[in-house]
Structure formats: C-alpha cells, structure tokens
Antibody, heavy 119, light 107 residues
Framework: EVQLLESGGGLVQPGGSLRLSCVAS????????MSWVRQAPGKGLEWVSR????????NYADSVKGRFIISRDNSQNTLHLQLSSLRVEDTAVYYC????????????WGQGTLVTVSS | EVVLTQSPATLSLSPGERATLSCRAS??????LEWYQQKPGQPPRLLIY???NRATGIPARFSGSGSGTDFTLTISSLEAEDFAVYYC?????????FGGGTKVEIK
C-alpha cells in the first residue's frame, strides 16, 4: 500500500523559513516524479513544485520560484521542500503527491501538513 | 501559463441524477488533462487521467471526455458519496495548473 506522510508544518513569521518532509513507502520511490501541491484555507489547489525520480530535474510555480527548493533523498525514500522568505499568502496545507512514473498525474496524495505564516 | 476554467462553480443535483462538469483550457493541452475529487478534510483523489482513462478503483459511473481545450467529467448517476468538489488539472506544459473547482452539492 502506498503511503505518503508529510511533516514539518507549523506557525512561522513572515520572512521566516521552514522545511517540509514527506516519507514515502509502498512503492519504488526513485521511479516516480514527486510534487508538492498546496491548498490555502477554503481555496482551491495550487501546484507548487515537482522533482524527477532521479532528482536531476526540478520545476516550480512562479509564485514560489527563488524562495522554495524541492529535493529528494532516494536512499531514505524522502521528499523535501525548503520554504524561505515566507509570506502570509503561503499559508496553506501542503500535500506531497506521487506522480504516475515520470508523469505529473497525481495518483497518490499524503494527508498534508499545515503551514501558517503570521506575525 | 494555461488557465483552466471550470463551470459551473456549483452544481445542485439530487442522487440518481446525471452530473456534467466542464473544464476549458486557455490553450490546447492535448489529452494531458486529469480530474480529481476532494471531500472535506481529505486530500484529493485521482479519478480520470489522460482526459478519459479511469484511475484504479474508480467506478464506471465516472467518465471523462474531450481534448484540446474542452473537457467534460460526467457522473452518470450520482450516489451519496459523490457530493464533493471536483478539480481538473493539466500537465501539458510548465507550470502545471488546476481549475478553480466545481462543487457538486445535494439539491
């Protein structure tokens, strides 16, 4: 059974930093692209970032480019998202999502971790 | 950036009725279009990928159609568990984007 378990969310001040993690199990982690998708309270879904199975390729939404960094450790089956220069508008539940092999078809999702940016 | 516009924003229907949800892209995305269902307090669930393929375990009452810029998700006969919010998403070019969602509510 595929499991994705996010952690690292919390309350942070504007301008602060946070590191999210997602531990994966139940599939061959290195064979799948992974993404982060966020959802602000009461709002829709917003794709944030994607990383290829090897980690060699990354992509970002314009809203986070230059502030967030996605990475993965295939030896630990773990996906990370480093959040920096956080803004109030980054407040959201952040979901880890498994791609269908190399494709960004999100066939499995974690339960999410809440990031709140507030002074 | 490809903008996905979903309509209607809210669909009020009764169990047993047919639901037709629309997703329109601002430029062609080929067949690189997915549909997700989300219930309150839960993560999204993949329903349809590549515009018309049902994901594993998805009932046959869900079907997808369309290509290019116009896509449709149809639920042939609504069951109680189908009342939720539905999102379309494309993966044709970066950045990926989602539509704003259609809420299917009980009439």
């Amino acid at each position: 059974e595929v499991q994705l378990l996010e952690s690292g969310g919390g309350l942070v001040q504007p301008g602060g930093s946070l590191r999210l993690s997602c531990v994966a199990s139940g599939f061959t982690f290195r064979s799948h692209a992974m993404s982060w998708v966020r959802q602000a309270p009461g709002k829709g879904l917003e794709w944030v970032s994607r990383i290829s199975g090897s980690g060699a390729e990354t992509n970002y939404a314009d809203s986070v480019k230059g502030r967030f960094i996605i990475s993965r450790d295939n030896s630990q089956n773990t996906l990370h998202l480093q959040l920096s220069s956080l803004r109030v508008e980054d407040t959201a539940v952040y979901y880890c999502a498994k791609g269908r092999e190399a494709y960004s078809i999100f066939e499995n999702w974690g339960q999410g971790t809440l990031v709140t940016v507030s002074s | 950036e490809v903008v996905l516009t979903q309509s209607p924003a809210t669909l009020s229907l009764s169990p047993g009725e047919r639901a037709t949800l629309s997703c329109r892209a601002s430029q062609s995305v080929g067949s690189d279009l997915e549909w997700y269902q989300q219930k309150p307090g839960q993560p999204p669930r993949l329903l349809i990928y590549d515009a018309f393929n049902r994901a594993t375990g998805i009932p046959a009452r869900f079907s997808g159609s369309g290509s290019g810029t116009d896509f449709t998700l149809t639920i042939s006969s609504l069951e109680a568990e189908d009342f939720a919010v539905y999102y379309c998403q494309h993966r044709h070019i970066w950045p990926l984007t989602f539509g704003g969602g259609t809420k299917v509510e009980i009439k």
